[in-house]
């Protein structure tokens, strides 16, 4: 069984930075591909960024491009998201997720990832 924990959030003020870590249980950490997903209040979850399991490839939202940075560390079993000049609209829970396909190693939608952390809070004052 895979776990995901994710730790890290917090309050932080506009312009501030906080970084995410998910740690994920298991032997096989390094063949899934990760995703950080985030969902605020009243909101559909939406996707933040995605990264291979190599580390290889990276892709963001829109929204969070040139702010935030997904990495990872295979030796650790451990995916980080580095945020940087948050903003309010950053609020939300945000949750890793886990996929073990080797196609399509980037994933965009929530539906296409197995396993999921229980979320850790952002919030973001102005």
């Known amino acids: 069984q895979v776990q995901l924990v994710e730790s890290g959030g917090g309050l932080v003020q506009a312009g501030g930075s906080l970084r995410l870590s998910c740690a994920v249980s298991?032997?096989?950490?390094?063949?899934?591909?990760m995703g950080w997903f985030r969902q605020a209040p009243g909101k559909e979850r939406e996707f933040v960024a995605a990264?291979?399991?190599?580390?290889?490839?990276?892709y963001y939202a829109d929204s969070v491009k040139g702010r935030f940075t997904i990495s990872r560390d295979n030796a650790k079993n451990t995916v980080y998201l580095q945020m940087n000049t948050l903003n309010p609209e950053d609020t939300a829970v945000y949750y890793c997720?886990?996929?073990?396909?080797?196609?399509?190693?980037?994933?965009?939608?929530?539906?296409?990832?197995?396993?999921w952390g229980q979320g850790t809070q952002v919030t973001v004052s102005s």
């Open positions: 990264i291979s399991s190599s580390g290889g490839m990276r």
């Open positions: 298991g032997r096989t950490f390094s063949s899934y591909g």
């Open positions: 997720a886990a996929h073990n396909s080797a196609l399509r190693p980037l994933r965009l939608n929530s539906y296409e990832y197995n396993y």
